[in-house]
């Protein structure tokens, strides 16, 4: 049975060269409040994309977060590589800072059936090869929270693209699908996240589940909204095993910088 590992190493500080881990990352950054560990997130990223609106984003909140920092510093430092979606919320004064500074930008405004979110993982997809695309993972900040149609659209965007890596991030949680049929090995860094999490089904009911590692471990039940689903549930070790016959999602809480173990 193929083992799947997931790890959140991306949300510590990268590790020295010749001890990092064989997985490189795409970050897209979405159209809502950035969260504080955008900086660290954009460091660990090879590509940088801005899904139309995100772009006002990264210009407007990431010299806030360098308060002792001239803006336009950071803006030159914070370049994305590319924005795409429909622009209809990127700022033309945005839109022309970036282009100044070489920034890539596609204009789909014709279509108007897919996200912001959908183009840009599209875009990673057809930028990446084959071999590279097995070992990466595409990190999207401000997926979480907001507008209900927005959240529910960018979880969309997991099942979509099932054989991508993706991950949604808020300032309070994570959340990547599970693709049926695999046996996945969830890493936990207790130091960085947990230890409330959540198992739900999605798209249609798990017939049946098998998780180690939780303090409410789910032994082959089943599972559908409407019936069991697993939410505050606790990880309790620090790998936590999961296998189900449909796809699920994953969620587990990120632990605010006070609560961080030391
Ligand atoms: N409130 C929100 N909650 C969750 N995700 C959001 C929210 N606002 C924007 N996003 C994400 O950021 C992307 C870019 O946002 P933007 O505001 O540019 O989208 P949009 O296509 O103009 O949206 P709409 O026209 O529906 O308001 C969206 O496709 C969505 O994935
Ligand atoms: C059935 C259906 N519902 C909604 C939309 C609208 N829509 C979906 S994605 C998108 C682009 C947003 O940037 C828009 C406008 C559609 N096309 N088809």
Avoid at 73 to 83: A, M, T
Avoid at 102 to 113: A, C, I, L, P, Y
Avoid at 200 to 228: C, D, R, V, Y
Wanted: charged residues 25%.
């Amino acid at each position: 049975m193929e083992v799947v590992h997931h790890h959140s190493a991306f949300l510590l500080p990268p590790a020295p060269a010749g001890h990092r881990t064989s997985l490189s990352y795409a970050l897209v950054v979405l159209n809502q409040r950035l969260p504080r560990f955008a900086p660290l997130l954009w460091q660990h990223a090879n590509l940088r994309l801005c899904a139309d609106g995100g772009a006002n984003r990264v210009f407007d909140e990431m010299p806030a977060l360098f308060p002792d920092e001239e803006a336009d510093v950071i803006r030159n430092r914070y370049k994305p590589d590319v924005i795409k979606g429909d622009m209809d919320s990127i700022r033309s004064e945005v839109m022309d800072f970036y282009i100044k500074l070489g920034t890539k930008v596609v204009d789909e405004s014709h279509d108007q059936d897919t996200t912001d979110l959908h183009k840009c993982v599209s875009f990673i997809r057809d930028f990446t090869s084959d071999l590279d695309k097995s070992r990466l993972c595409i990190l999207v900040v401000g997926a979480l929270g907001g507008r209900f149609d927005h959240e529910i659209g960018n979880i969309n965007v997991l099942c979509r693209f099932k054989n991508m890596r993706i991950i949604l991030i808020s300032d309070d949680c994570l959340i990547h699908l599970l693709p049926e049929g695999k046996s996945h090995e969830i890493h936990i860094l207790p130091s960085v996240v947990g230890p409330h999490c959540g198992l739900i089904p999605i798209g249609m009911p798990s017939k049946s589940t098998t998780t180690t590692g939780l303090q409410w471990n789910i032994n082959g039940a089943e599972m559908h909204f409407g019936g069991l689903i697993s939410t505050s549930n606790i990880a309790k070790e620090d790998i936590v095993t999961v296998h189900s016959d449909s796809d699920l999602l994953w969620t587990i809480s990120i632990k605010k910088p006070q609560d961080r173990l030391q």
